[in-house]
């Protein structure tokens, strides 16, 4: 029956076809013509209706089964997990330079992002973080440099969701679209099952609001759905661009739990942020830029420790003490509350200097500069140079 | 393949055919799931089909047959047709790229298939296709319709008639021609006034300034728009000064490829 139609369809625009080629023109077709026109069309029909039907032969459409499977990765059970890495998915960012017109936004920046850990990276605003990120996705082309994932370039790779996930900006959604659909249709891109979008939906929280409409979600609701997005595929890399804002306290530390996981189970996981406070707790390694230069590339306890110690002291002779600290090398700042701020001489140091001369010392603190302050110290010359001159490079681009 | 390779790229490599059916599952997917193309769709279906009945009712009315034989019969199923239908299609179109860049979501998109040229042509076929579809169903409403108000003054034409299926069916294919110049724009334009202001400019404007210039320029200027092109065709019967069926069939066809061919050397070249 369907072979009827779809042939008697087919020889119906041949007809037509024929007629047009044929416009203008006074003498017709004889009836034998269509004759002819209908016996070949009608088997064409039944041979493309054949084909069509052959390329999806099973109940599942070929983007209702998931390739993980397909691959020999086993079933898909838990929601994380499956992926198993052996070759590690490392970010290579190789001397990566990105100019708009006079402004360098990435200047020959380096740094290599790890599987098996957090990655923050860090940068006042305008730093160069997000345009760095579009780099590695292949959104944009650098100027020069490359940016690798696993060795390739992100427009090397097929179907890449199911390598890397990426969250750049959660508003970046259609709002006539169901959160449904958005997923669905990001998820028959690269050919993902349905059952995995229902997963992903459960997963982070969104399942009873997957028939809303995005417009009417909130920034939140719309950060989750990102997230949802990018793990769709269960890839091996996920990239995060400020995935924080619009969280609300139990979200955040939702996010920061499944950061964790993700790198538990090997996965290279980089997540940007201009706060440090957000990803102090995170990060177990930090790339720091500004101005679109490498500041710090570090494991994020030795950031803390590499900078800024300095003790605290209280007694009631403050000053005799301060004099006495200053005669031996130290450099001692008074605190606003009376105490004093001691560098270049160490806790026990101080003591004994104090018990020697029959001082009080009421409080002795040794103290590490926390990440924030670590943080806004190492930026701080970026931030200020931002309003000053531009660099020689971006000069010259210009 | 080797084990550590599958894990690499964690997946095995499917087939070209698996990929396009990706990409064109992907764009369905998005066409399908946004209320307000159905409502396009479904203003541009009834006003056409209005808009032709009541131009088939005053041509059926007015006393004076006019001269000419089949041929204004034919033209005058379009004449709705060619106003009500294409607009409304081709802001659709323009909105398919305009409206992901405008929300962002066009990143998404070249993450998920990071060969633009991919998305480019999986638009296409989505968009031009569904016009193709549209266009085709209501041509044949706005023919079968028209006629039969008009045989009621024995004016009409038959669809059996020489030189009329092919109008018919060329006029559902003056829809898509539109709906894939329309896309393309809006791909290298990028913002949807702009776009939609460009496409209209296209579609109509250049025709509509053609016919104001003196006459010998009229028609050979004239005859490379598409207006122009789509009316000898729907004519089914020689235009003077226009260029003939199948010439005027490459034009209606040139002018979607030739943008398509732009937004694709545009958008694989620019950053998104």
């Given at each position: 029956?369907?072979?009827?139609?779809?042939?008697?369809?087919?020889?119906?625009?041949?007809?037509?076809?024929?007629?047009?080629?044929?416009?203008?023109?006074?003498?017709?077709?004889?009836?034998?013509?269509?004759?002819?026109?209908?016996?070949?069309?009608?088997?064409?029909?039944?041979?493309?209706?054949?084909?069509?039907?052959?390329?999806?032969?099973?109940?599942?459409?070929?983007?209702?089964?998931?390739?993980?499977?397909?691959?020999?990765?086993?079933?898909?059970?838990?929601?994380?997990?499956?992926?198993?890495?052996?070759?590690?998915?490392?970010?290579?960012?190789?001397?990566?330079?990105?100019?708009?017109?006079?402004?360098?936004?990435?200047?020959?920046?380096?740094?290599?992002?790890?599987?098996?850990?957090?990655?923050?990276?860090?940068?006042?605003?305008?730093?160069?973080?997000?345009?760095?990120?579009?780099?590695?996705?292949?959104?944009?082309?650098?100027?020069?440099?490359?940016?690798?994932?696993?060795?390739?370039?992100?427009?090397?790779?097929?179907?890449?969701?199911?390598?890397?996930?990426?969250?750049?900006?959660?508003?970046?959604?259609?709002?006539?679209?169901?959160?449904?659909?958005?997923?669905?249709?990001?998820?028959?891109?690269?050919?993902?099952?349905?059952?995995?979008?229902?997963?992903?939906?459960?997963?982070?929280?969104?399942?009873?609001?997957?028939?809303?409409?995005?417009?009417?979600?909130?920034?939140?609701?719309?950060?989750?759905?990102?997230?949802?997005?990018?793990?769709?595929?269960?890839?091996?890399?996920?990239?995060?661009?400020?995935?924080?804002?619009?969280?609300?306290?139990?979200?955040?530390?939702?996010?920061?739990?499944?950061?964790?996981?993700m790198a538990a189970e090997g996965r290279t996981v980089l997540v940007s942020s201009h706060l440090m406070s957000e990803i102090a707790l995170t990060a177990d390694h930090l790339v720091i830029i500004g101005r679109g230069r490498l500041l710090a590339d570090t494991p994020t306890g030795r950031f803390v420790s590499g900078t800024h110690r300095d003790v605290l002291v209280r007694s009631p002779r403050a000053g005799e003490l301060a004099g006495l600290l200053t005669a031996r090398g130290a450099v001692v700042r008074p605190e606003g509350d009376g105490g004093l701020a001691v560098t270049g001489v160490d806790a026990p140091a101080i003591g004994d200097l104090a018990a020697g001369h029959g001082i009080a010392v009421h409080e002795l603190v040794p103290r590490h500069g926390s990440l924030e302050q670590a943080y806004l110290d190492i930026t701080g010359d970026s931030t200020d140079y931002r309003a000053g001159t531009r660099t020689p490079e971006g000069t010259a681009a210009s | 393949m080797t084990a550590p390779q599958i894990a690499t790229t964690g997946l095995a490599v499917p087939s070209r055919l698996v990929r396009a059916r990706d990409v064109l599952a992907f764009e369905w997917t998005k066409l399908r799931s946004v209320r307000s193309n159905y409502v396009t769709a479904l203003i541009a279906a009834v006003a056409t089909i209005g808009s032709t009945a009541v131009i088939a009712h005053t041509v059926a009315s007015t006393p004076a047959p006019p001269p000419g034989g089949t041929i204004p019969a034919l033209t005058t199923s379009f004449l709705g047709y060619a106003e009500y239908a294409v607009i409304p299609v081709s802001v659709l179109a323009v909105l398919q790229f305009t409206s992901e860049y405008t929300t962002g979501l066009i990143r998404i998109t070249f993450c998920a298939v990071p060969r633009r040229w991919a998305v480019l042509a999986g638009k296409a076929a989505v968009t031009g296709g569904a016009a193709l579809l549209v266009g085709e169903v209501l041509a044949f409403i706005c023919f079968f319709l028209t006629q039969a108000m008009l045989s009621g003054r024995h004016r009409g034409v038959s669809l059996f008639q020489p030189g009329v299926p092919g109008s018919v069916l060329a006029a559902g294919f003056v829809l898509c021609a539109c709906a894939l110049t329309a896309l393309s724009l809006g791909a290298i334009i990028r913002h949807t006034p702009g776009s939609i202001t460009a496409s209209l400019a296209a579609i109509y404007g250049l025709a509509a300034f053609c016919l104001v210039l003196p006459s010998p320029w009229k028609e050979d200027f004239g005859r490379f728009t598409m207006p122009f092109a789509a009316y000898e065709i729907l004519a089914a019967h020689p235009q003077p000064g226009l260029l003939p069926a199948g010439l005027s069939m490459l034009v209606l066809i040139g002018w979607p490829a030739a943008a398509l061919l732009a937004a694709a050397f545009v958008i694989t070249r620019r950053d998104a």
């Open positions: 029956m369907a072979i009827a139609v779809l042939g008697a369809a087919v020889a119906f625009v041949a007809w037509c076809l024929v007629d047009l080629a044929r416009a203008g023109q006074v003498r017709y077709l004889p009836k034998w013509a269509w004759g002819v026109v209908i016996c070949v069309s009608v088997p064409w029909g039944g041979l493309v209706y054949l084909i069509l039907g052959k390329a999806r032969p099973a109940a599942t459409a070929p983007w209702e089964a998931p390739v993980a499977e397909e691959a020999g990765l086993g079933p898909s059970g838990p929601l994380f997990g499956r992926h198993v890495p052996v070759s590690p998915a490392v970010i290579e960012v190789d001397r990566l330079t990105k100019r708009f017109g006079p402004v360098t936004a990435v200047d020959a920046l380096s740094f290599t992002v790890r599987p098996g850990r957090v990655t923050g990276f860090l940068g006042p605003n305008g730093a160069g973080k997000t345009t760095t990120m579009r780099l590695i996705l292949g959104l944009d082309a650098p100027t020069s440099g490359r940016a690798l994932i696993g060795g390739r370039g992100y427009q090397e790779i097929i179907r890449p969701l199911h390598v890397v996930g990426s969250l750049l900006d959660a508003t970046a959604v259609h709002g006539g679209r169901t959160a449904w659909f958005h997923l669905l249709s990001i998820a028959r891109s690269n050919g993902i099952g349905r059952r995995r979008v229902v997963q992903v939906l459960e997963a982070t929280g969104l399942a009873a609001v997957a028939g809303r409409r995005v417009r009417e979600f909130s920034l939140g609701m719309k950060q989750r759905l990102g997230i949802a997005a990018a793990l769709l595929a269960d890839p091996a890399v996920l990239i995060f661009d400020e995935p924080v804002n619009g969280l609300d306290a139990a979200g955040v530390r939702w996010i920061r739990q499944l950061f964790k996981s | -």
